[in-house]
């Protein structure tokens, strides 16, 4: 990981622009790994929004029908 973010940082466009979206694709899946596991564990939409920094309304329309 701390690859890519220096590879990201780095003076190539071409491979900066590359790691941003590799380390983009690996937060959605985290993000997505850790919503799957608060709802599991029976948080609700309004705290999993909180603890992300966006409102309930934004968390259950991306994961509301995935989850």
Do not use: C
């Amino acid at each position: 990981m701390s690859d890519a973010l220096f590879t990201a940082a780095g003076e190539d466009p071409r491979e900066g622009l590359r790691a941003v979206r590799a380390v983009r694709e690996l937060a959605d899946r985290l993000e997505h790994l850790q919503v799957e596991r608060a709802r599991g564990l029976g948080w609700s939409w309004q705290e999993i929004a909180d603890a992300l920094g966006v409102t309930k309304q934004a968390v259950n329309k991306k994961y509301g029908r995935r989850i």
